[in-house]
C-alpha cells in the first residue's frame, strides 16, 4: 500500500533555530496537507499545498509541494518553545477520499 | 472559530460491547471522516463520508464497524463487538470540498 515515510524522526533543537522536515513516498499525490499534533490531542492543521512547486507560508511555516509530487517539506524558522509536538504530513491521490498520513516528526525544543 | 466536537473524551468498555462514537462536524463541512491513531503510532484512515453514504473505506473498517449520520448534524462511529485491538484514539474529521481536513480532539476508546 501507499506509504508516507517522514524524516527525521525525531530532532532535538535550541529555540531560536531553524527547522527542516520532509515527508517521501513511491507514490504521486495530488494534495498534501501539513499538521501539528500535541500530547491528547487532534492534529491541527498548519498548511494545505495543491500544486507541484507550490510554496505556501503560515507565519513561522513554510511547506514546499515537491517537483516530482512524491515529496513534501516543511520549514520553521525561528523555533519557540511551543513548537514541540509531532509534524505529521497527509497526502491525497487524485479520485480518493483516503489521506495517508506520515510516519511524523517528533520536535523537541531546548530553551 | 468553528470546530469539530467529539463525545466521549474516553470510554472504557469490556471486550465484546458495543460502543458508539459521537461526533459533531464543523456545520457547513460536507465531508465526514473516522481516523484512528493508536497510542504512539501514525494516523490511520477508517471511512469517509459523502452525500449520506460511505465514499470510502479502509481494510480496517470491517463489519463490526459502522457509521450514521442520523439527524444532520452528528456523525457516529459504531463498533458492534469491540476487541482488544480496537484501543485507540478515535479522531472525526470533517471538510467543505474533500481537501483541508479538520479534526476534533478525538475519543479514546480504551476495551479491557
Known amino acids: 500500500g501507499q506509504q508516507l515515510n517522514q524524516s527525521p524522526q525525531s530532532m532535538f533543537i535550541q529555540e531560536g533555530e531553524d527547522v527542516s522536515m520532509n515527508c517521501t513516498s513511491s507514490?504521486?499525490?495530488?494534495?498534501w496537507l501539513w499538521y501539528k499534533q500535541d500530547p491528547g490531542e487532534g492534529p491541527v492543521l498548519l498548511i494545505a499545498l495543491y500544486k507541484a512547486g507550490e510554496l505556501t507560508s503560515n507565519g513561522r511555516l513554510t511547506a514546499q509541494f515537491g517537483i516530482t509530487r512524491k515529496d513534501s517539506f516543511l520549514n520553521i524558522s525561528a523555533s519557540i518553545p511551543s513548537d514541540v509536538g509531532i509534524y505529521f504530513c497527509?497526502?491525497?491521490?487524485?479520485?480518493?477520499?483516503?489521506?495517508?498520513f506520515g510516519t511524523g516528526t517528533r520536535l523537541k525544543v531546548l530553551a | 472559530e468553528p470546530e469539530v466536537t467529539q463525545t466521549p473524551s474516553h470510554q472504557v468498555t469490556q471486550m465484546g460491547q458495543e460502543v458508539i462514537l459521537r461526533c459533531v462536524p464543523i456545520?457547513?463541512?460536507?465531508?465526514f471522516y473516522w481516523y484512528r491513531q493508536i497510542l504512539g503510532q501514525k494516523v490511520e484512515f477508517l471511512v469517509s463520508f459523502y452525500n449520506n453514504e460511505i465514499s470510502e473505506k479502509s481494510e480496517i473498517f470491517d463489519d463490526q464497524f459502522s457509521v450514521e449520520r442520523p439527524d444532520g448534524s452528528n456523525f457516529t462511529l459504531k463498533i458492534r463487538s469491540t476487541k482488544l485491538e480496537d484501543s485507540a484514539m478515535y479522531f472525526c474529521?470533517?471538510?467543505?470540498?474533500?481537501?483541508?481536513?479538520?479534526f476534533g480532539e478525538g475519543s479514546r476508546l480504551t476495551v479491557l
Open positions: 507514490s504521486i499525490f495530488n494534495t
Open positions: 456545520s457547513n463541512h460536507l465531508y
Open positions: 474529521a470533517s471538510a467543505v470540498n474533500n481537501r483541508e481536513l479538520f
Open positions: 497527509a497526502g491525497l491521490t487524485s479520485g480518493t477520499y483516503k489521506y495517508i
